[in-house]
């Protein structure tokens, strides 16, 4: 985890397995956003929102039992703070009902969602934590040395393996290690955590 103040909470509900599984994945790129649960109709979302009262809803409007709305004016009640974001297949034609307006931060077309909603949250988490940088902006910064290195951490090698690998001195490696947890902003088990789940989500870093 980098410089995030604080993680956005988020329930997501979709009624549809495979495009919810899409939408998890994409939501786990996003640094500074935790999905703490995933619901599939409406009584699903309300249980979720309870449960959790998270600071994003992310929802379809067609569920089986309801209108996702249903959802929003759950949480609202519970949390009023929090913000939504609206998924709909006639994106252009929805209208807001007023009572929610203050809490729908966008609504998105399912058909652009992949992209579209990850722009949208990436925005979303840096408004909410003015001090955030995005992880990938970090990791951008890394020189081409400590790429690889940081690459190899996410392989799970130890510093005398990079050392071998790069024929280099572990203790250049150290030093590396060092710069890399400094511009990361984490260090021990936790950068071990960030180069791992990078190098699984995206590969390894073009150089």
Known sequence: ?????????TVLVEDER?????LARSLTSVSGLS???????????VE???????????LDLALPDGNGIDVLKALKKIRPEALA????????????????????????????????????????VQKQNPGFEDEQVLIDRLTPREQDIFDLLGAGLTNREIAKRLSRSAATVATHRKMIAVKLRCSGAALMSVAARYRTQHGKIPS
Do not use: W, Y
Request: glycine share 2%; charged share 20%.
């Open 35 to 45: 999905l703490v649960a995933r619901a599939f109709n409406v009584e699903q979302g």
């Open 85 to 124: 974001v609206v998924l709909s297949a006639h994106a252009d034609d929805f209208v807001t009902p007023p009572e929610v307006e203050s809490q729908v931060s966008a609504v998105i077309s399912k058909g652009d969602a992949h992209e579209s909603l990850s722009m949208h949250l990436r925005d979303l």
């Open 18 to 22: 495979m495009f919810s599984e899409m």
């Open 48 to 58: 979720a929102c309870q449960k959790h009262a998270p600071d994003l809803l992310i």
């Open 1 to 9: 985890m980098t410089n995030t103040e604080h993680e956005l909470t």
